[in-house]
């Protein structure tokens, strides 16, 4: 592999791209439609670009903070210009965009999937470029993966019903709580443990609604678990422990969607689960070759 590509790969944290594949499987069960194959590759491979298009301008805003606080990352320590990185992360947005439009367009799904694909560009922007010493970029961050949900559910013809509102309010509290506990990374003690009492919210939310199966159930434990592993990473001593806790808590995303789509009654909603469950070993075992964070 090439040393580009090598530093295109750290840019993009391709490692935590299963999640995305997972959030699209989800926003499209809970639309009430039934997953299919093709169409949740391709639009995979849409919100894939643009969530590598989001990490490459995120840190191209960030570049000036990196290079006081994180002088390894790939532009402050020269490995690549500002400008390519701007113009690679723009460019993955725009093709991210116009892959959901043109299947919108062959599938006769109307302007709405193409429309929503703008609004999560235009989020995924503002949240580069402001979440620095700004209190809301939680919940920013949140409705970024909130309007991949959107998109996928548009994309695939499904409504945005009930089911997509509660998962997206679910998603939304669950990405707060990371978000927030993220934003203390580089720091040496956790002053937002509150943060946690946001992912409380999917817990509730889901709590004794119907399962599919043994598989809801089991997606259920499996999150709690995740979730309660990282409590105790953060509430322990090692000097890793915050950057442990937000990559495991990223890969519990694929855990959060699998518990919605066991929940979603489309037909095949246990297998969807079950793959959706894949993310999280997954994204853990991509994270040892390419840092999450």
């Not at 989800?26 to 969530?51: D, H, I, K, N, Q």
């Amino acid at each position: 592999m090439s040393s580009r590509a090598r530093v295109y790969l750290r840019l993009g944290r391709v490692s935590n791209l299963p999640t995305v594949w997972t959030n699209v499987l989800c926003g499209m069960a809970l639309s009430g439609s039934a997953p299919r194959a093709l169409e949740v590759a391709l639009v995979g491979f849409a919100m894939s670009l643009m969530y590598v298009g989001g990490m490459f301008l995120n840190d191209a805003f960030d570049r000036g903070i990196d290079a006081r606080e994180r002088p390894e990352r790939p532009i402050p320590s020269g490995l690549v210009s500002a400008r390519e990185v701007f113009a690679v992360g723009y460019g993955l947005l725009g093709a991210g965009v116009l892959i959901v439009g043109g299947h919108a367009y062959v599938a006769n799904r109307g302007m709405a999937p193409a429309l929503a694909s703008v609004l999560l560009a235009g989020a995924i922007v503002l949240y580069d470029a402001w979440h620095k010493g700004n209190p809301l970029s939680p919940a920013l961050m949140g409705a970024c993966r909130v309007l991949v949900y959107v998109t996928a559910a548009l994309a695939a013809g499904g409504q945005l019903g009930s089911a997509v509102l509660a998962g997206g309010v679910a998603l939304l509290f669950y990405l707060i709580g990371l978000t927030a506990i993220a934003k203390q990374e580089n720091l040496l003690a956790v002053r937002s443990l509150w943060a946690l009492g946001f992912m409380a919210v999917p817990f509730l939310a889901t709590l004794g609604a119907p399962l599919t199966g043994m598989m809801g159930t089991i997606a259920y434990g499996a999150l709690a678990g995740c979730v309660i592993h990282a409590v105790r990473l953060l509430r322990g001593t090692r000097k890793d422990r915050i950057p442990r806790a937000v990559v495991t808590l990223i890969a519990g995303i694929s855990l959060l969607d699998a518990v919605l789509i066991a929940r979603s009654g489309v037909p095949g909603a246990g297998g969807a689960a079950a793959l959706a469950m894949l993310g999280f070993p997954l994204t853990l075992a991509m994270q040892r070759v390419v840092r999450g964070t």
